[in-house]
């Protein structure tokens, strides 16, 4: 019975460790200060009103939805079309694709990002839209495609090969029989991709520029020069948009569950 409370406990503490510190950010975005502290001495929604009522503001969360919407789209396609060429494949072939397709994952950000800026700059693509689309879908697509290709696992393979038995063409099968079965794990892939894109910040601070800014980049930029708590609104919105896909997808899983029983 001892053991059993101090494991609660342990378990406790380590989810304290790494929950509080997120949260914490919460309260500061209500905070009547003109500083950032914890516990706010008192509370207000003025910093929320400077956020929306800034334009520059409103443009980098314009900016990062956007970007962030593109890249879903595109690493969904992509990263479902890899996964289906993938599971075709034999073992070994199937080992080294997968690996290959993490590069971008394992490889470091700073790396990446050099990399990224330099081509970016050859082609004149900085401070473009579509070079952080670019970047996002090369650290988005890897979830993606491991995402279906679980589903892609536990897929009955008798039941796309009755289909196209029956005379169904490929196209046809995927559709109506492979797409339906791997959905969540197209849903859950789509989620990742889209968080991996409104979040990230390395490669966006060497791509972005004074036209086209991300809202982490721009809270970056903030921090460095003064911490308000309109820093604190900018990271509550992700923090809430990120949980929100989080609950969608699990709420999509949940409801798959329920209709397949």
């Known amino acids: 019975m001892r053991g059993r409370v101090l494991l609660n406990a342990f378990v406790a ?4 460790f790494v929950v509080l510190p997120i949260i914490a950010i919460v309260p500061a975005a209500f905070s009547a200060q003109s500083f950032i502290r914890l516990p706010p001495e008192s509370w207000s929604a003025r910093w929320w009103g400077a956020f929306f009522g800034d334009a520059s503001w409103r443009r980098t969360l314009l900016t990062s ?12 396609v992509c990263g479902t079309a890899a996964a289906l060429g993938i599971a075709r494949t034999s073992a070994r072939a199937r080992a080294a694709l997968t690996a290959l397709l993490l590069g971008p994952v394992v490889t470091p950000a700073i790396v990446l990002a050099v990399a990224l800026y330099s081509m970016a700059r050859a082609t004149g693509l900085v401070s473009t839209v579509t070079a952080l689309v670019i970047a996002h879908t090369m650290l988005a697509l890897p979830f993606v495609a491991l995402n279906v290709g679980v589903s892609l696992d536990a897929l009955d393979r008798r039941l796309p090969m009755a289909a196209a038995g029956l005379g169904a063409s490929e196209a046809y099968v995927f559709r109506t029989v492979t797409l339906p079965l791997i959905l969540p794990g197209v849903v859950g892939g789509a989620v990742f991709a889209f968080v991996t894109s409104f979040d990230e910040v390395v490669l966006s601070i060497f791509l972005a520029g004074p036209t086209v800014k991300t809202l ?3 809270i970056w930029e903030e921090i460095r020069v003064e911490y308000t708590p309109v820093v604190a609104v900018g990271a509550t919105l992700m923090l809430a948009l990120a949980l929100l896909a989080a609950g969608a997808s699990r709420l999509f899983r949940r409801k798959d569950r329920q209709v397949r029983a």
């Open 65 to 76: 939805l956007q970007v962030a919407a593109l890249t879903t789209l595109i690493s969904v």
């Open 216 to 218: 982490p980049v721009r």
């Open 13 to 16: 503490l380590v989810v304290a």
